[in-house]
């Protein structure tokens, strides 16, 4: 099982869990050391597994031991790292993913309930502001997010992260948690493996813009130009004079940048 897979079954429970059940994950000691997880005390119940009968039993202290009573076999005491308790931290998490996502717009409490803003991530497409909510599997969970969203400002993109379930939210796009970033054991820290432009759909654009598209044109006529000696010395009026060709040749296309152009007359020159 993956770290991030293991922080998000631990989270994805909303509160104490036994530190027993997971302490075999070759991950959990690293989540601890690293605070995604914390400890929280001691578990109230444990299952009794010595009866017949399944059954819960509330932890107490009885003759100076830890324990429960089972109604069939009496009390029964439990070692102290069967009761020791962990639970997921939140605030350590969202700004895990703020760094991870380079934030703007944090906020470290939550925005109501179970709802956190993690931050503004700023794209040239407009703003993605994420959230956070455990879990997103009851229509409960779908109502307390969108009632939280209600008191917040506007953006152009929402991208909701939770540990476990996927319920739609209007107006926003819910993806796993798992889906968005892997955990770092060494790094202690979060690392992308998604694109948070594709999981909203906010458009690309196209950075590169003129050099990628034109990329083979502009370099072919620069290569025929050094071929029949038409070819300038300098860079840069040879690359004026690429571009007022392809102006001419191309007249109804958007012509690339003269500084595109002059990066491929040095990357042709350079027989790249
Ligand atoms: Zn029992």
């Known amino acids: 099982m993956k770290p991030i897979k293991l922080l998000c079954e631990i989270v994805a429970q909303k509160g104490k869990v036994a530190a027993s059940s997971y302490s075999r994950h070759p991950y959990f000691s690293a989540l601890l050391a690293f605070g995604f997880l914390e400890r ?4 109230q119940s444990v299952p009794c597994l010595n009866c017949d009968n399944p059954h819960n039993a509330e932890i107490v202290h009885h ?10 076999m009496g009390f029964i005491p439990v ?7 962990v639970r997921g931290n939140t605030l350590k ?12 717009a944090r906020k470290s409490s939550p925005v109501a309930g179970q709802t956190w803003r993690v931050g503004k991530a700023i794209n040239e497409a407009g703003d993605i502001t994420i959230y956070f909510h455990p879990t997103l599997r009851a229509e409960r969970d779908a109502t307390e997010l969108s009632a939280a969203l209600a008191q917040e400002p506007g953006s152009t993109y929402r991208l909701i992260l939770s540990a476990a379930g996927k319920l739609k ?7 796993p948690l798992l889906d968005v970033v892997e955990l770092d054991v060494c790094g202690a820290g979060f690392r992308r493996v998604a694109d948070l432009r594709d999981l909203v759909g906010a458009p690309r654009k196209n950075l590169g813009g003129a050099p990628n598209r034109y990329g083979e044109t502009l370099s072919a006529l620069i290569r025929q130009r050094i071929v029949d000696g038409s070819a300038l010395d300098g860079r840069n009026e040879e ?7 392809f102006k001419q040749s191309n007249p109804l ?20």
Request: aromatic share 6%; hydrophobic share 45%; proline share 4%.
């Open 40 to 43: 929280a005390g001691a578990v």
């Open 63 to 72: 003759s100076g031991r830890d324990g429960f009573f089972c109604p069939e």
């Open 79 to 85: 070692a102290e790292d069967e009761i020791n308790a």
């Open 93 to 104: 998490i969202i700004n895990a993913l703020a760094d991870a996502f380079d934030c703007r």
């Open 169 to 175: 939210v209007a107006g926003t796009t819910t993806v």
């Open 239 to 245: 690359a004026r004079a690429v571009l007022s060709v």
């Open 253 to 272: 296309l958007n012509p690339p940048s003269l500084s595109s152009v002059q990066d491929y007359v040095t990357k042709v020159r350079a027989g790249q």
